[in-house]
């Protein structure tokens, strides 16, 4: 199974910040990369740029956004159109708010390896018992979630979830799935891991 990192950047600017030596965006990807996700496709409005040159060199799509569109829902539906594009057999996508760049590779693994125990299900990672991003949504409800483009991402997935469709919440042991860039990676608490297997389905 392929599963797409669709990374949403509604500031260019706070994506091509530094985060611990590497800019923001760049250390998202490499995250995405390393954990497996492609392929990696970026959502601006500001192509060009310092944004362009923050991801120099590394595998991803940059596109843009249909005209007029917020950020949120539609976006991601956007992005999973582009990756579908890319690689057709693309299975889910990972809804990535840039802001979350301290996501462990590890996390991207683990939330890939759930995915293909439970592919019709939405995937939705937490830490400490809360839920955070990024949240892996199969490739099939790509135009149910069109329906919902007014909706932010986790308010668009909640509507989905109530709607009937099958969410597994796994607990990865990842601060960074909670605690984005406006938390320094030095403040942190520890990343400690997925405390049980997630390869298999949890017991009815």
């Known amino acids: 199974m392929t599963v797409a990192a669709i990374v949403l950047v509604p500031d260019s600017a706070a994506a ?3 985060a611990g030596g590497d800019p923001v965006i760049r250390r998202l990807v490499h995250a995405a990369w390393s954990g497996g996700a492609m392929p990696i496709v970026i959502v601006a409005v500001d192509t060009a740029g310092p944004l362009v040159d923050a991801v120099a060199g590394t595998p991803v799509t940059l596109t843009g956004p249909t005209a007029g569109q917020p950020p949120g829902i539609a976006w991601f539906v956007s992005g999973q159109r582009a990756a579908l594009a890319a690689v057709t057999e693309t299975s889910a996508g990972l809804l990535w708010p840039v802001r979350h760049a301290w996501v462990d590779p590890e ?19 937490a830490y400490a ?8 949504v199969p490739a099939t409800l790509i135009e149910r979630l069109a329906g919902h483009s007014g909706l932010n991402g986790a308010d668009a997935v909640t509507a989905l979830i109530a709607e009937g469709v099958p969410v597994r919440v796994v607990e990865l ?9 406006a938390t320094p990676h030095a403040s942190l608490p520890g990343y400690q891991g997925p405390p049980e297997p997630v390869t298999e389905p949890p017991p009815e």
């Not at 996390?107 to 990672?125: F, K, N, Q, R, Y």
């Not at 018992?129 to 892996?136: D, H, V």
């Not at 042991?173 to 860039?181: A, F, K, R």
């Open 16 to 18: 091509s910040a530094d």
């Open 107 to 125: 996390t991207v693994t683990s939330l890939v390896e759930a995915h293909g125990a439970m592919p019709d299900a939405i995937v939705w990672p």
């Open 173 to 181: 042991g990842d601060p960074g799935i909670v605690y984005d860039t």
């Open 129 to 136: 018992g809360q839920t955070g991003f990024p949240i892996l």
